[in-house]
């Protein structure tokens, strides 16, 4: 079993930053994929950031240019540093991983408990 702990939510107006930290229960590199989702009420739940076999990175075109997802294998944490948030980022954030020998997007993935980011205009 993993066990995924988001931090660093909050409140922030709109151009601010925020930085968050999932804290995973085993080696990150140990997953195949891991990053964070994001939903918004009435939507969806969608792909923000993720490393894809420890390497590639993804990013939602949404945030390219304002978020950088980072990863941290001596503490286990996977961080996303939020730049130039727009109120539309305004989203309950999930922390998601997933071993082998899924993928991305599988849906056998883990997931956090999610930590609220409200941005305000």
């Known amino acids: 079993q993993v066990q995924l702990v988001e931090s660093g939510g909050g409140l922030v107006q709109a151009g601010g930053s925020l930085r968050l930290s999932c804290a995973a229960s085993r080696s990150v590199v140990s997953f195949n994929a891991m990053g964070w989702y994001r939903q918004a009420p009435g939507k969806q739940r969608e792909l923000v950031a993720a490393?894809?076999?420890?390497?590639?990175?993804r990013y939602a075109d949404s945030v390219k240019g304002r978020f950088t997802i980072s990863r941290d294998s001596a503490k286990n944490t996977v961080d996303l540093q939020m730049s130039s948030l727009k109120p539309e980022d305004t989203a309950v954030y999930y922390c998601n991983a997933v071993l082998p020998p899924y993928g991305l997007g599988s849906g056998n993935g883990y997931w956090g408990s999610g930590t609220q980011v409200t941005v305000s205009s």
């Open positions: 490393f894809i076999g420890g390497r590639i990175t």
